[in-house]
């Protein structure tokens, strides 16, 4: 087993409103209270060389709080984890981090942002580059280019990385155009080439094309089920509609501001 928790729980804080009705005021006051809850609870899962865990979940920020708890960067108020020796966790690089560099400043500096060494970086450069499809524009500002070549960089270093679990927060698929459709792919060979994934996503295709196992996070519990389960969950969450009421008794956890 390469990561893994055993039921492990995280705690949060979200702001609840309180609603008064106050004598001799014309309207109704409110006020926002902060209270814990469960971001998740009573999960298990453990991922080897070779496997796939997907997260699935209504509230993006229980599977995030997963990955970031297996990427040490949040600890568990119950339970026990099983960290890996290394990791990357991939989100979405932001505008900010890359503003007015090169095409190759922006892969040192996300390369560096991921947590390599100076060394680890310089090795990564052009094979980055080749998968990022961008070795004809490292002197280019990756300006011209915007979001499809910044995420398709990020990408890249994670295919690249020299870890040996990697960690993706609704990052399944990221780029432009043909980059973009190769994605599932291209994490499929990184699977089979024995790396451990585990992968928060909200679509049915990358638990189906990519996972081996998975889970349904929720603020109560947390259900192992398998690919198939959870592909067809996140098409009945997705056939409910953006408005959708939730079950008080399913996930009464899943308002309010978040904090950890």
């Not at 190759?104 to 990564?124: H, K, N, P």
């Amino acid at each position: 087993m390469l990561a893994g928790l055993t039921d492990a729980g995280v705690q949060g804080i979200r702001l609840t409103k309180k609603k008064q009705v106050i004598k001799g005021v014309p309207r109704v006051t409110s006020t926002h209270e902060r209270e814990a809850y469960w971001v998740f609870q009573g999960l298990t899962a453990h991922v080897d060389a070779g496997q796939a865990l997907v997260l699935v979940s209504r509230d993006p920020v229980r599977p995030n709080a997963v990955l970031r708890v297996l990427a040490g960067m949040l600890p568990l108020d119950t339970g026990a984890a099983s960290l890996p020796d290394a990791s990357l966790l991939l989100s979405s690089p932001q505008p900010r981090w890359v503003r007015e560099l090169s095409v190759e400043q922006t892969i040192r500096l996300l390369a560096g942002i991921y947590g390599f060494s100076d060394a680890e970086v310089e090795d990564l450069v052009q094979p980055v580059a080749r998968t990022a499809e961008v070795e004809g524009l490292l002197h280019r500002p990756l300006d011209d280019y915007g979001k499809p070549v910044r995420d398709q960089i990020a990408f890249a270093i994670a295919m690249h990385a020299p870890v040996p679990v990697l960690l993706f927060d609704h990052t399944a698929t990221m780029g432009g155009g043909e980059f973009r459709a190769a994605c599932l792919d291209r994490l499929v060979e990184l699977r089979d080439s024995g790396k451990a994934l585990v992968i928060a996503t909200d679509k049915p295709k990358v638990a189906l094309q990519v996972g081996t196992s998975a889970v349904i996070v929720r603020g109560k519990r947390a259900d192992q089920v398998s690919v198939v389960d959870a592909a067809e969950f996140l098409l009945r969450d997705k056939g409910k509609g953006h408005k959708k009421r939730r079950s008080r008794q399913e996930d009464d956890e899943d308002e309010g501001g978040l904090d950890f």
